[in-house]
Nanobody, 114 residues
Framework: QVQLVESGGGLVQAGGSLRLSCAAS????????MGWYRQAPGKQRELVAT???????IYGDSVKGRFTISRGSAKNRVDLQMNSLKPDDTAVYYC????????WGQGTQVTVSS
């Protein structure tokens, strides 16, 4: 079983930056994908960014050019650097893991004030 622990998030003004981190532990499959999704009030959960164990990345259209996803050196951690934040980025951000099973983190709130 895989567990995910998220850190980061909080309140920031528009134009500012935040960094989210997610550490995976447990039975981590060597070939996996990790990433972040987000859900704003009244909206569906949407893709933010994912990164495979091989380093391939996918970004949601709304964050391209502003957010960067990366893996830690231990490969069981994924970081999301969020720059040029907008009020529309306000949401609960969920860490996500896909190996032999799919696991979601508990979520961390990101609030961007105008």
């Amino acid at each position: 079983q895989v567990q995910l622990v998220e850190s980061g998030g909080g309140l920031v003004q528009a134009g500012g930056s935040l960094r989210l981190s997610c550490a995976a532990s447990g039975s981590i499959f060597s070939i996996n994908v990790m990433g972040w999704y987000r859900q704003a009030p009244g909206k569906q959960r949407e893709l933010v960014a994912t990164i495979s164990s091989g380093g391939s990345t996918i970004y949601g259209d709304s964050v391209k050019g502003r957010f960067t996803i990366s893996r830690g050196s231990a490969k069981n951690r994924v970081d999301l650097q969020m720059n040029s934040l907008k009020p529309d980025d306000t949401a609960v951000y969920y860490c996500w893991y896909l190996g032999t099973s799919q696991v979601w983190g508990q979520g961390t709130q990101v609030t961007v004030s105008s």
